[in-house]
C-alpha cells in the first residue's frame, strides 16, 4: 500500500524558514515524481515544487524559486522541501504526492498524482 505522510509545518514568522517532509512506503522513488502542493483557504491547490530521482528533475513555481528547495534522501525514502525567505502568502495546506513518471511527462503538472499525503499546515505570520 502507497503512502505518504507529511510532516514539518507550523507557526514561523516571515522571513523563517521551515523543512517540510514527505515519507514514502508501499514504493521506491525510482520510477516516481514526487510533488509538493498547497492549497490556501479560499484558493486553488497549486503545484509548488516536484522532484524525480527518474531523470534528476526538479520544478518549482515561479512564486516559490529562489526562496524553496526540493531534494530527497531515497535511503530514507524521504522528500524535502526547504522553504527559506517565508511570506505570509506561503500560508496554506501543504501536501505531497506520487505519479509514475517524472515531474515534466508526468502528471504532476495538472495536479494529478496517484497518491497523496493528508497535508500539513504552515503559518506565516507577519
Known amino acids: 500500500e502507497v503512502q505518504l505522510v507529511e510532516s514539518g509545518g507550523g507557526l514561523v514568522q516571515a522571513g523563517g524558514s521551515l523543512r517540510l517532509s514527505c515519507v514514502a512506503s508501499?514504493?521506491?522513488?525510482?520510477?516516481?515524481?514526487i510533488g509538493w502542493f498547497r492549497q490556501a483557504p479560499g484558493r486553488e491547490s497549486e503545484g509548488v515544487s516536484c522532484?524525480?530521482?527518474?531523470?534528476?528533475?526538479?520544478y518549482y513555481a515561479d512564486s516559490v524559486k529562489g526562496r524553496f528547495a526540493i531534494s530527497s534522501d531515497n535511503a530514507k525514502n524521504t522528500v524535502y522541501l526547504q522553504m527559506n525567505s517565508l511570506k505570509p502568502e506561503d500560508t496554506a495546506v501543504y501536501s505531497c504526492?506520487?505519479?509514475?513518471?517524472?515531474?515534466?511527462?508526468?502528471?504532476?503538472?495538472?495536479?494529478?498524482?496517484?497518491?497523496w499525503g493528508e497535508g500539513t499546515l504552515v503559518t506565516v505570520s507577519s
Open positions: 504526492g506520487a505519479v509514475r513518471g517524472d515531474c515534466y511527462s508526468s502528471s504532476y503538472l495538472d495536479g494529478v498524482m496517484d497518491s
Open positions: 508501499g514504493f521506491t522513488f525510482d520510477d516516481y515524481a
Open positions: 522532484i524525480s530521482d527518474s531523470d534528476g528533475s526538479t
